[in-house]
């Protein structure tokens, strides 16, 4: 079946602009997870939702960024006057229940570059 | 807070050598320890898990892992490489805490297979 989609795949904008990244989560998983990659580290958890409500939002960096999944399928992150510092692959994981033995299901990514 | 440390970031190993790549975590309590191999253009995949019981818990793809609580060490390895295991191998831990699902992924090791 098909897997975790997110859209663009690349994304280049310039510092100061706003963008959304959206992220199509494996149909019926209830819990969905946006992650950050750095070039040569590991991805850096930024929120985890349970349905359509942020159970936990402890990795968002400041107030720039913000994640909304209204209906509790589609999620998209949004980040407000993008800096250059932002740049990095943006993961998206979604998983059938939010318990830690239901396996994460990764997306592709999407690759933002601020300039 | 967790921390893992993914002391080697970059390991060559010839093919049909054994493989152990290493992972050491920091916290409080037993975690629940996680390798992730992500492939260039494909998001991660998960290789194995532990949470309780065995400290030997076998993955997917001819992976193993053995959790060592006195070391605190989950390293992951493998008897027989094959070429298409070059990948970027990642440990991650998990903590617990009600409504707390966050993953502290190590930087990964880069794991190339020579002929």
């Known amino acids: 079946g098909a897997g975790v989609s997110q859209t663009p795949s690349n994304k280049v904008t310039e510092k100061g602009k706003y963008v959304e990244l959206r992220c199509d989560p494996i149909s019926g998983h209830t819990a969905l997870y946006w992650y950050r990659q750095s070039l040569g580290q590991g991805p850096e958890f930024l929120i985890y939702f349970q349905g359509t409500g942020a159970a936990d939002d402890s990795g968002l960096p400041n107030d720039r960024f913000f994640a909304v999944r209204p209906e509790g399928s589609v999620s998209t992150l949004k980040i407000q006057r993008t800096e250059r510092g932002d740049s990095a692959v943006y993961l998206c994981?979604?998983?059938?229940?939010?318990?830690?033995?239901?396996?994460?299901?990764f997306g592709n990514g999407t690759r933002l570059t601020v300039t | 807070a967790q921390s893992v440390t993914q002391p080697d970031i970059h390991i060559t190993v010839s093919e049909g050598a054994s493989l152990e790549l290493r992972c050491n975590y920091s916290?409080?309590?037993?975690?629940?320890l996680f390798w992730y191999v992500q492939s260039p253009g494909q998001g991660l995949q998960l290789l194995l898990k532990?949470?309780?019981?065995?400290?030997l818990v076998q993955g997917i793809k001819g992976f193993e892992a053995e959790f060592k609580r006195s070391q605190s060490s989950f390293n992951l390895r493998k008897p027989s490489v094959h070429w298409s295991d070059a990948a970027e191998y990642f440990c991650a831990v998990g903590a617990g805490g009600t409504g707390r699902r966050a993953l502290t992924f190590g930087s990964g090791t880069r794991l190339q297979v020579q002929p």
């Open positions: 994981a979604s998983s059938s229940q939010g318990q830690w033995n239901s396996p994460l299901h």
């Open positions: 532990y949470f309780s019981g065995d400290t």
């Open positions: 916290y409080g309590a037993t975690p629940y």
